[in-house]
C-alpha cells in the first residue's frame, strides 16, 4: 500500500477531530462566546450544511492544480479557519469558521479519495480507501475524545489549537509523503467531471449512501440518551461505550475495505440488512443493557464502515475524479443531517426508540436501492478516469 494513502488518513482524521470538537464542547463554548447550547448546536449543523454545499464549488475551483497542490491549499483553508475559530472572540466569528473549515474539510474528501484511487491498482482500491478512511475512524475513536479531554482541562480554544497543530503535521507528512502527480486522463477536466452526472443510475447510487448514513446516524446521534434513559447506563459509562463503538468502526472499516473491490454490491447487500436487524433489535431491547450494547456495537460494525464499498460503488458508476467523489461525500453528509435532524422530529412525537426506528426504514430503503445491482452480480468494473497504465501506481507503491 503506498504510503501516500496513510498520510492522507492522517488528513482526515484532523478534519473529522475538528469536524467533532464542539459536540464534546459546548458548554465551555457556550461560556467563552457567551451563547446559549442551542446557538453551539448550529455551529454544528453549520458545519455539516457547508461540507454538502460548499465542498463541491471549492473541489471545481481546484480542479486544474496537481493533487498534491490541491491537497496543500486546501490544508491551508483548513488551517485559517481552525485558527479564526481558535481566536474566535464571537458567535460570528465561530460560525464563519466553522462554515471555512466545513467547505475545506468535504473538498479535501473528494480530493484525497480521487488520489487513492489514481496511485494503487484498480484491485486494491477499496482497501487503500479503507486505510484512508481509518481517519475517519480513529477521529471517532480517539480525536473526539482527545480534544474533549484537552478542551475540558486546558480550555475549549486549546482543543481548536491542538487541532491546529495536528492539521500541520498532516500538511508536512503530505507534503513530503505525497507525490507529485498530476491527474490521470485529465481528471482536471471540468467537462469530464460535469457531464458524469448526466448518468441517472450515479443518483441512485449516490441515494444508497445518503441512506445507508442517514439509517446509521439516526442512532448515532442519540445514543447517549437512549443508553442513560432506556438502557439504564451512568453518565460516566457512555463515553467508555462509545469509545467501545469507535473501535467497532475501525474493525468494521478494515473488514469491508477487504472484500470492497470484488464483492462491491453484495457487501452493501449484506451491510444494510445487517444494519436492519441491529437497529430493529435495538428498538426493541433497548430497555436490556447487554442486548443494547451488542446491538449498538454492531451498529458500529455495519454502519459507517460501508464507506468503502460505497466509494468504490460510486467510482464504478461514476469515475474516480475529485468532483465526483466530493459530491459523494455532500450526499454522506446529507445522510447525516437527515438521520440526526428527523430523528429529533421523530424523538418529540414517538419516544427515543422512534429514531432507532426510523434507521432501520432507511437501512430497508437503502437495501432497495441495492438490489436491483445484487440480481444482475456483473463482473467488478474498472473505475473511470483510472491511470492510463499501472506505471504511476507501481512506482509510487515502491516509495
Not at 501516500?4 to 458548554?27: D, K
Not at 485558527?83 to 468535504?106: D, E, F, H, K, N
Not at 438490489?371 to 463482473?379: F, I, N
Request: proline share 6%; net charge positive.
Amino acid at each position: 500500500m503506498p504510503r501516500a494513502v496513510y498520510v492522507l488518513a492522517l488528513g482526515i482524521f484532523a478534519m473529522v477531530t475538528s469536524e467533532f470538537v464542539v459536540a464534546g464542547l459546548m458548554p465551555q463554548m457556550a461560556d467563552g462566546l457567551n451563547a446559549t447550547i442551542p446557538q453551539i448546536g448550529y455551529l454544528i449543523t453549520a458545519f455539516a450544511v457547508a461540507m454538502a454545499t460548499g465542498g463541491p464549488f471549492l473541489t471545481m475551483a481546484l480542479m486544474k492544480l496537481p493533487p498534491r497542490t490541491a491537497l496543500m491549499v486546501l490544508f491551508a483553508v483548513f488551517l485559517a479557519g481552525n485558527v479564526l475559530a481558535a481566536t474566535a472572540s464571537g458567535y460570528a466569528t465561530m460560525l464563519a469558521a466553522r462554515i471555512v473549515t466545513g467547505i475545506a474539510s468535504q473538498a479535501f474528501f473528494g480530493v484525497g479519495i480521487s488520489l487513492c484511487a489514481q496511485i494503487t491498482r484498480p484491485e486494491v482500491r477499496g482497501r487503500a480507501i479503507a486505510v484512508a478512511m481509518n481517519g475517519l475512524m480513529l477521529g471517532t475513536l480517539l480525536g473526539l475524545p482527545i480534544s474533549t479531554l484537552v478542551g475540558e482541562h486546558f480550555g475549549w480554544r486549546a482543543a481548536f489549537w491542538t487541532i491546529t497543530v495536528i492539521t500541520v503535521i498532516a500538511a508536512v507528512a503530505t507534503l513530503f509523503g505525497v507525490p507529485r502527480i498530476e491527474w490521470a486522463q485529465g481528471g482536471g477536466s471540468f467537462r469530464e467531471e460535469i457531464g458524469v452526472f448526466r448518468k441517472p443510475k450515479l443518483w441512485l447510487v449516490l441515494t444508497t449512501s445518503t441512506l445507508i448514513i442517514g439509517a446509521t446516524f439516526s442512532a448515532f446521534s442519540y445514543f447517549n440518551p437512549i443508553l442513560t434513559d432506556l438502557a439504564g447506563f451512568s453518565a460516566g459509562t457512555v463515553p467508555v461505550l462509545l469509545i467501545a463503538y469507535g473501535a467497532a468502526t475501525v474493525v468494521g472499516n478494515n473488514i469491508v475495505g477487504r472484500f470492497a473491490d470484488q464483492h462491491t454490491v453484495p457487501v452493501l447487500a449484506v451491510g444494510l440488512v445487517l444494519n436492519t436487524v441491529f437497529l430493529a433489535g435495538f428498538a426493541l431491547l433497548a430497555d436490556l443493557p447487554t442486548p443494547a450494547i451488542i446491538c449498538m456495537m454492531g451498529i458500529g460494525l455495519v454502519g459507517v464502515t460501508m464507506n468503502p464499498a460505497m466509494a468504490t460503488r460510486v467510482q464504478r458508476t461514476g469515475n474516480a475524479g475529485p468532483l465526483v467523489n466530493t459530491v459523494h461525500s455532500s450526499f454522506i453528509t446529507l445522510g447525516i443531517i437527515l438521520g440526526s435532524s428527523i430523528g429529533a422530529m421523530v424523538i418529540g412525537t414517538w419516544g427515543l426508540r422512534a429514531p432507532l426506528w426510523l434507521g432501520a426504514i432507511m437501512a430497508v430503503a437503502g437495501l432497495a436501492t441495492v438490489l436491483p445491482d445484487l440480481a444482475r452480480r456483473p463482473a467488478p468494473e474498472p473505475v473511470a478516469a483510472a491511470p492510463a497504465t499501472d506505471a504511476p501506481a507501481r512506482q509510487t507503491e515502491q516509495v
